[in-house]
Nanobody
């Protein structure tokens, strides 16, 4: 019933920028946190950035200073502005949300389907 849908992935050259968006929809009571994870070929899924309900943010050291996470609470949407892209940023990027559904009492982890980001040198 709750869905996270990403958009904005694609191809970019090193040094260019992309902006990812993720909108949560469905019977939502509240969202405690939203963020982005990524998984490169042959590697484990890793946190890229996350923003909590209070607005606090946390970034992977490899993206800090280049990527910016933001959130539009009214629209249940999270963004990831990716600047100065590097080939090592190539991965499938997954939207994450800790979401409490209407008529429930706890937040559960929800994931988007993933969007491919490919950065060429």
């Amino acid at each position: 019933q709750v869905q996270l849908v990403e958009s904005g992935g694609g191809l970019a050259q090193a040094g260019e920028s992309l902006r990812l968006s993720c909108a949560a929809s469905g019977s939502i009571y509240s969202i405690n946190a939203m963020g982005w994870y990524r998984q490169a070929p042959g590697k484990q899924r890793e946190l890229v950035a996350i923003i909590g309900g209070s607005g606090t943010t946390n970034y992977s050291g490899s993206v800090k200073g280049r990527f910016t996470i933001s959130r539009d609470n009214a629209k249940n949407t999270v963004f990831l502005q990716m600047n100065s892209l590097k080939p090592e940023d190539t991965a499938v990027y997954y939207c994450y949300g800790a979401i409490r559904e209407r008529f429930t009492t706890v937040a559960l982890d929800r994931w988007g389907q993933g969007t491919q980001v490919t950065v060429s040198s």
